[in-house]
């Protein structure tokens, strides 16, 4: 455990913005595998839930959590399975 106070104070944010950015990737996650259970189901509203996962994919890429380029190559791909 620190002992300097700007440690604590370090310490306590780190585990802070690590819960936050875990939600966010989960969420994200979440998003991107109800697209793709629809799609293999043949479900009607792919259309909606290909939006919401594209919508998650760049906000997940917008606040770091994964690279530009990832985001980039996540929404291509599910777009080619969408136009299939």
């Excluded at 936050?20 to 189901?41: D, G």
């Amino acid at each position: 455990m620190p002992i300097i106070e700007s440690s604590i104070q370090r310490a306590r944010l780190n585990t802070i913005q690590r819960e936050r950015n875990i939600s966010q990737l989960s969420a994200y996650r979440t998003e991107v595998k109800k697209f793709r259970k629809a799609v293999e189901a043949g479900s009607d509203n792919l259309q909606e839930l290909f939006v919401n996962a594209t919508s998650a994919i760049d906000r997940a890429a917008s606040k770091g959590l994964i690279a530009k380029n990832k985001a980039s190559r996540d929404k291509s791909r599910l777009a080619a399975l969408l136009n299939k």
